[in-house]
């Protein structure tokens, strides 16, 4: 059974930093590419960041680029959003999702910045 | 960056109703390779979204044959032929052919 548990989310102030994980399981994770999607609270899917599945390509909204930095480790199967410099703005609940084809999503991590 | 406009972004129906979400794109979906990277998703309250219909018209394993993707270019629907109660939620589209991917602003469906 295809699973992705993240993992990392909470309470933080405004320009600290956070990291997510995003641990993979049922699957050969070093073979996908995964996407980084948040939903702020009441909102719609905004996409974060991307990473191919050999790390080779990565892209990120423009709303986190230079703040935001998506990595995997193949070998722990472990998707990574490292946060720096948080905004109120970047609140949200933050997914994992597997591609091609969004087809597995985690169950989320929250994450509120305030002070 | 591709803009997704879904319409409607209310959408309220009977149980046993037929109904139809419009997704536009702002450029055509059409990949050099040959696919359509537009997907269709149900997010239902409280869950995460879920993958219904990915590459404009392929039911994703599971999902009940009520609904169905059609669609090329840049103009795509989704039809629910007969909602029933779990059929409740939002609805977003996403595409996957231009980077970065992108997502409509999705169609919450009610009860009328």
């Known amino acids: 059974e295809v699973q992705l548990v993240e993992s990392g989310g909470g309470l933080v102030q405004p320009g600290r930093s956070l990291k997510l994980s995003c641990v993979a399981s049922g699957f050969t994770f070093s073979n996908y590419g995964m996407n980084w999607i948040r939903q702020a609270p009441g909102k719609g899917l905004e996409w974060v960041a991307y990473i191919s599945s050999g790390s080779s390509y990565i892209y990120y909204a423009e709303t986190v680029k230079g703040r935001f930095t998506i990595s995997r480790d193949n070998a722990k199967n472990t998707l990574y959003l490292q946060m720096t410099s948080l905004r109120s703005e970047d609140t949200a609940l933050y997914y994992c999702a597997r591609l091609p084809g969004f087809d597995f999503w985690g169950p989320g991590t929250m994450v509120t910045v305030s002070s | 960056d591709v803009v997704l406009t879904q319409t409607p972004p209310t959408l309220s129906a009977t149980i046993g109703q037929s109904v139809s979400i419009s997704c536009r794109s702002s450029?055509?979906?059409?990949?050099?390779?040959?696919?359509?990277?537009l997907h269709w998703l149900l997010q239902r309250p409280g869950q995460s979204p879920q993958l219904l219909i990915y590459?404009?018209?392929r039911l994703e394993s599971g999902v009940p044959n009520r609904f169905s993707g059609s669609g090329s270019g840049t103009d795509f629907t989704l039809k629910i032929s007969g909602v029933e109660a779990e059929d409740l939620g939002v609805y977003y589209c996403v595409q996957g052919t231009h980077a970065p991917n992108t997502f409509g602003a999705g169609t919450k469906l009610e009860l009328k």
């Open positions: 590459l404009v018209s």
């Open positions: 450029q055509s979906l059409l990949h050099s390779n040959g696919n359509t990277y």
